[in-house]
């Protein structure tokens, strides 16, 4: 078929035909039966007579015990979960008083969320959705010092700019006694952030009390959804 088509000798795939294995029985007119589909609807110039596609099925049997998983949990298409037994198999979000959770794993949960709550009607009409995007900022680190002129309080949904080429989401920020930032929490995540940027928040997002600039690095970030979307 390689030759008759020109593809020449050296481009050809390597085909490897074992003459002790015999055909199983029907193959051949299978196969025929097969190709027919394709060249009777090229012919028609239509898929009326296309019969519907066959997908196989995936089964996971979970055995009896208790899971504990960082949110959103995905189930592929065309995949059910099956456990041991009603009552002893449990699978469940993992929470922050779980002994193996970590402040990554609340974010990650809590972001997930976030953005399913945001594209929840997309979902249920099947229409095309924002991806979770790449570089969105987790946790954050290397605060700047404390200034006594900032102005104590706790500050949500603030904003920054970023020393790199990334989006900046929001922040819960408090701000502790002598000016000094106790504590930053991500809202929301942003887009294209990288480890190591420098956000800066201005004095005027925390109280403008004429203290300087706060300024912190990414820590960790997101990777996003690479997934392709199928709204047929």
Request: overall charge negative; proline content about 2%.
């Amino acid at each position: 078929y390689q030759t008759t088509n020109g593809i020449a000798g050296g481009s050809q795939v390597i085909q490897k035909i074992d003459g002790t294995q015999n055909t199983e029985a029907g193959y051949y007119a299978r196969v025929q039966a097969l190709a027919k589909i394709i060249t009777d609807a090229i012919t028609a110039g239509s898929t009326v007579n296309v019969p519907a596609a066959q997908h196989a099925y995936d089964t996971l049997f979970v055995k009896t015990g208790i899971y504990k998983e960082v949110l959103p949990m995905i189930v592929p298409e065309g995949c059910a979960v099956i456990g041991d037994e009603l009552r002893s198999t449990e699978i469940n979000a993992l929470k922050a008083v779980d002994a193996i959770t970590t402040p990554t794993h609340i974010k990650l949960s809590m972001y997930g969320i976030a953005h399913i709550k945001t594209i929840i009607d997309n979902i249920i009409l099947n229409t095309s959705i924002t991806k979770t995007p790449a570089g969105a900022h987790m946790t954050m680190d290397t605060f700047s010092g404390a200034d006594a002129s900032r102005t104590l309080g706790t500050y949500t949904g603030v904003t920054g700019t970023s020393g790199g080429s990334g989006t900046v989401g929001t922040f819960n920020i408090v701000v502790g006694a002598g000016g000094a930032v106790t504590s930053v929490t991500v809202a929301t995540g942003g887009s294209g952030n990288l480890v190591n940027d420098t956000i800066t928040i201005t004095d005027a997002n925390l109280g403008g009390g004429g203290g300087a600039n706060f300024t912190m690095d990414v820590a960790t970030i997101a990777a996003g959804n690479t997934k392709t979307q199928d709204t047929a």
